[in-house]
RNA sequence: GCCGAUGUGGCGGAAUUGGCAGACGCCCACGACUCAAAAUCGUGUGCUAUAAUGGCGUGUGGGUUCGAGUCCCACCAUCGGCACCA
């Protein structure tokens, strides 16, 4: 008897996939499908989380090319970012180097879990060959007005030295590193993803194949809200005050104005006025307020008068203008009128202040309405607005609407809480930003042709800023030759991933960034897979980068993911695996005590995909266990020759067994190809294998050999996607001579999973009272019968009435009873 | 505060259309094998009472139904997202 030796076996079979070419060939003949599993960036060791990402990719590539696909199945890097650069910093080594040194110790790593990738489109967003074309992408939004540059207040990150987009603001703090951001005026590049927000919302309609909480996610990030832009005149000035609402019908109660304190006017209308020095001091003293504290709902508002008066439009009231902390300079305008009758967050700072508060709107049912302590945000009726009262308020948002229109006051609008897309960073390594600044001719891009601007290498460990690289920082310009100055921001690492999925179908394409035809072929990518924490970002900047690059010409789809499915995080003791916490188990060791098959199975079958999953070692052994009672089952039939039995008849028990074949195909297939449920999945092949084990025991010698190893294959075919080197191991032994990789995926036998005899069971009242064995065409009046004449359920009936019989057919029979 | 998800044995989880709750795995107990142990194979394993038939049981309370983990109403708990977005 051999033993499970998968360290020998799993080198073997790795070794001979990679001399053989068995994964990366593709026929064109066949439908395509192309899975994607999100690229890691290269930290040097492979996690849990990772294992987990790729097992649940890999079964997905490997069951779909059994299933007759022409499947592609790259693999990547996610390779600029941060860590490179503080690497390079504390241990004085190139983040270059740094880098590929850690891409190829994990794509070592990644190597010994066995996944069926084709290794030759590897691409790394850090080589001059992607991200040249990252920079060409960049040319093309800039040329076509979508990458631009503006002064504004934006997030800095102190320990990270750069700035940072919305989306990487995580309570306050830093992604990367959890440190309190602050506020900064810079002038930075953004991308206008704000010009297809509207797009990004309504074709999340289109994506099907994604968890809905990804969609309301992204939904609530575009944050789309209807209302109307109002212009106020200032009074004494030429100047008027643009405001969004979303409540133009309560334009009658507008009791004061409120600028944000960054708003361009504030420090034009204080200028030399009493209220300048006031004004100001409350400007500084925001400042050093970080941004969590002065967006919290939580904090206190505060304001004041800034000595102006803005005329209602319609009422033509004089209206006090404020500033106050509550007010964001870059959503809507910048600068609202305040109703506090109708806005609890109005009231709040009204009340604190002494403004009036006027009630314009009622509850229908009560004509003596005054808001006292609490703003009433509901429907009703419109009172102390003019001709509009005694109309419904929606009603009256739309005349108000109509006659601001008329009379060129206003104009209906809606608004989004997505901003645009701050992209530049601080930073040595990532992609340079191809823009050079030339003082004879201003903002000059790169010509397309001396693409790529390649980072330099010579850099200082101590501080790794292309700013202070002076030979990268001269240069000249391209429009009149002079000599000028680079861009020495780099770009954020999000625009690289934004656009690898489709470098990944033309990777050696070194003339243009991909061919149109071989993108346009490949995706949308059919099975994206990744972690929720890029539910917003990652798969949001996506999206956009798509719907750009087809109004672009170059690619004719508008969604790059047709399906998503996002896996959940590896716990251990119920917290994430994480080194701070020293909960981590490493896949290496995993992989050193048990091999990748018992790894890949665990992660695949201790939990559903989408939900989390407890680290269990113990769950892991019986993984591991059941790897070795396949093995066992093998073994031992060829040393016993057991497939060389020849019997002429099916017993019950053969007939038994080849029901579960068939079952377990259908239950197998079904769990991968509807719902990715990999644990039932798993849960469907062990039950096949227990009931083989009994099989076995019953009779050695009345064990039908061709029935049994067509069992056996079956098990070998349906694990090989989770466990593809135990199963090609087992299936070259049992004598077939190419990978089970090159199987056709089994299809049921739907006679086989019909039988003759089924159980009903028999309820009194819903309870369950006995079980009939019946034969499966039994009428429905024959089960009544035949439920009726069981002693039990004779003997429970005796005192009591028959009030009703139910007959489920096929299933279950209730009798009530009183 | 708003939006969303989840809640089932000692544990991970299953139950696909309203039809046997707890598949499969772990843990645990017992038996076989063994001088012994491990491994392996087998049996049992929701709680509770019992000689046995039973009673209870899917977060809580109510409802619909012959029948509810599944549908409806109210609530509780945990997790996730958003959070002065006018």
């Not at 799993?10 to 593709?26: A, M, T, V």
Request: charged content about 30%; some cysteine.
């Amino acid at each position: 008897m051999a033993n499970y030796d998968f360290k020998k076996i799993e080198s073997k079979w790795q070794n001979k996939w990679e001399e053989e070419k068995l994964f990366g060939n593709y026929d064109e003949d066949k439908p395509k499908y192309y899975v994607l599993e999100m690229f890691p960036y290269p930290s040097g060791k492979i996690h849990m989380g990772h294992v987990r990402n790729y097992s649940i990719g890999d079964v997905i590539a490997r069951y779909k090319k059994m299933c007759g696909y022409n499947v592609l199945h790259p693999m990547g890097w996610d390779a600029f970012g941060l860590p490179a650069e503080n690497a390079a910093i504390q241990h004085n080594i190139h983040p270059n180097i740094w880098t590929q040194h850690n891409i190829e110790d994990m794509e070592k790593q990644l190597k010994t879990l066995g996944l069926s990738y084709d290794w030759d489109r590897e691409i790394s967003t850090c080589n001059k060959d992607y991200y040249k074309w990252t920079q060409w992408l960049f040319l093309q939004f800039y040329k076509n007005g979508l990458a631009y540059k503006k002064e504004s207040g934006v997030n800095w990150c102190p320990s990270c030295e750069t700035v940072l987009a919305n989306e990487q603001v995580v309570n306050g703090q830093c992604e990367r590193c959890d440190t309190e951001v602050g506020k900064k005026q810079l002038n930075q590049w953004y991308f206008k993803i704000t010009d297809y927000a509207d797009e990004l919302l309504e074709d999340i309609k289109l994506l099907e194949g994604w968890p809905q909480k990804v969609k309301i996610m992204q939904e609530n990030w575009i944050g789309k809200s209807f209302g109307a832009e109002i212009e106020f005149p200032i009074e004494n000035t030429s100047k008027i005050l643009n405001v969004f609402t979303t409540r133009p019908d309560t334009i009658f109660g507008a009791t004061y104005m409120v600028l944000a304190p960054e708003h361009p006017y504030v420090s034009e209308l204080v200028k030399g006025t009493e209220y300048e020095d006031c004004v100001n001091a409350f400007i500084k003293e925001l400042e050093h307020v970080s941004d969590i504290d002065r967006t919290s709902t939580e904090a206190e508002k505060k304001g004041m008068f800034i000595g102006h008066y803005c005329i209602n439009p319609l009422s033509s009231e004089r209206i006090p203008i404020y500033i106050a902390n509550y007010v964001l300079a870059d959503y809507g305008t910048g600068a609202i009128m305040a109703v506090p009758a109708h806005d609890e967050r109005d009231l709040e700072f009204a009340k604190k202040y002494n403004i009036e508060v006027k009630t314009v709107i009622r509850p229908e049912d009560d004509g003596n309405f005054t808001v006292v302590d609490e703003a009433y945000i509901d429907k009703g009726i419109m009172v102390n607005s003019g001709e509009f009262n005694g109309l419904k308020n929606e009603e009256a948002f739309e005349k108000i609407c109509e006659l601001l229109e008329k009379e060129n006051k206003g104009k209906k609008t809606v608004n989004y809480r997505l901003r645009d897309w701050l992209l530049s960073r601080q930073r040595y390594w990532g992609t340079p930003i191809p823009i050079v600044y030339c003082d004879k001719c201003g903002m000059v891009p790169v010509k397309e042709e001396d693409l790529p601007v390649e980072l330099p290498t010579d850099i200082k460990f101590e501080s790794t800023k292309l700013a202070n690289d002076e030979t990268f920082l001269h240069t000249d310009c391209p429009s009149c030759g002079q000599t000028a100055k680079r861009e020495t921001d780099t770009m954020d690492t999000f625009v690289d991933s934004s656009w690898y999925f489709l470098k990944f179908a033309d990777p050696k394409n070194t003339e243009i960034p991909f061919d149109k035809d071989i993108v346009n072929k490949w995706l949308p990518v059919d099975q994206y897979i990744g972690g929720v924490e890029h539910a917003i970002l990652h798969l949001l900047y996506s999206r956009f980068f798509t719907k750009v690059l087809r109004d672009l010409k170059l690619l004719d789809f508008d969604e790059p993911f047709k399906n998503l499915l996002t896996q959940g995080m590896v716990l251990k003791d119920g917290a994430k695996m994480s080194k701070s916490k020293g909960n981590t188990v490493s896949p290496e060791e995993i992989i050193q005590k048990y091999g990748a098959d018992t790894a890949r199975l665990f992660v695949l079958f201790a939990a559903p995909p989408e939900r989390d999953l407890e680290w269990s070692d113990q769950g892991v052994e019986g993984c591991f266990r059941f790897l070795n009672r396949i093995y066992r089952l093998v073994d031992e039939a060829l040393v016993n020759k057991s497939f060389e039995n020849t019997t002429d008849t099916m017993s019950k028990d053969d007939n038994e067994l080849n029901y579960m074949i068939h079952k377990t195909i259908k239950r197998v297939t079904e769990d991968l190809e509807e719902r990715f449920n990999f644990n039932t999945a798993v849960s469907a092949i062990m039950e096949l294998v227990n009931a083989l084990y009994k099989y076995k025991e019953i009779d050695k010698k009345l064990i039908n050999g061709l029935l049994f190893k067509e069992a056996i294959e079956t098990v070998i075919i349906l694990l090989s996607p989770f466990a593809p080197h135990i199963t090609d191991e087992l299936w070259y032994k049992i004598g077939n001579k190419n990978s089970v990789y090159l199987q056709e995926w089994p299809k049921y036998d739907k006679k086989a999973i019909v039988r003759d005899e089924i159980e009903i069971v028999v309820q009194i009242n819903g309870k369950v009272r006995d079980k009939l064995i019946v034969s499966s065409d039994i009428s429905k009046e024959e089960i009544e019968k035949e439920a009726m004449n069981s002693d039990r359920i004779k003997d429970l009936l005796k005192d009591r009435d028959v009030k009703k019989v139910i007959v489920v057919p096929k299933k279950l029979i209730n009798i009530v009873a009183k």
